[in-house]
């Protein structure tokens, strides 16, 4: 069985690549090597310097994961800055910024970088909308106010693996698999 190291310290992202990877020949081992997260105003430039930086320090094959949270009527804030934002204001001060804009489409963006004989970008993008509320206990950060489209629930009142049918991390976790399996990028 292949072994990969998904470098994270978020052990929700750990369980949501667990379980997508439930039915592969990988064996997916969590790595807690630290790595610089620049700010940059792209989030795969932040994946590709993290991934360049791990490979000086960890010889088998691996990958990491970095997203963010696009508001569209507030021209795509909070995006690369999405950690900071959570970690400042929250998921109540964007509802206090939303509070009286009726259009509340956004989307998540997730680009995972696999390092396996140099590096490959793989992306994911899920469409919906911010919540006027914050709604369920479940999964981390934006998840209680983010409404994907084709559901009614947030993020936060799903199941990791009904998370995984409509999120970000879950389409480029796929497209890495693919790229795994047949070599199709
Ligand atoms: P990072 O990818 O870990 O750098 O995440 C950036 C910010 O977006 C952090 O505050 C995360 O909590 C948040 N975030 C990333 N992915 C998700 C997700 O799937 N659901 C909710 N919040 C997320």
Do not use: W
Not at 141 to 163: H, L, N, R, V
């Amino acid at each position: 069985m292949f072994k990969l190291y998904f470098i994270t310290g978020n052990r929700e992202k750990f369980k949501e690549a667990k379980d997508r990877f439930k039915y592969l020949d990988i064996k997916l081992i969590q790595s807690k090597i630290e790595y610089p997260e620049i700010q940059a105003s792209d989030i795969t430039e932040i994946a590709l310097y993290g991934i360049n930086y791990c490979s000086e320090r960890l010889k088998s094959p691996f990958f990491l994961e970095d997203s963010g949270l696009f508001i569209e009527e507030l021209n795509c804030f909070p995006g690369p800055y999405s950690r900071y934002v959570q970690d400042t204001i929250g998921n109540e001060g964007i509802l206090k910024i939303l509070s009286n804009i009726k259009k509340r489409s956004a989307y998540f963006k997730s680009v995972v970088a696999l390092y396996k004989d140099g590096p490959h970008l793989f992306e994911g993008i899920s469409r919906g909308a911010i919540s006027n509320k914050l709604r369920g206990q479940n999964g981390f950060g934006y998840d209680p106010i983010f409404i994907p489209e084709e559901s009614s629930k947030t993020f936060g009142e799903m199941s990791t693996k009904e998370k995984n049918k409509f999120s970000h991390r879950s389409i480029a976790l796929e497209n890495m698999a693919k790229y795994l399996e047949n070599g199709v990028e």
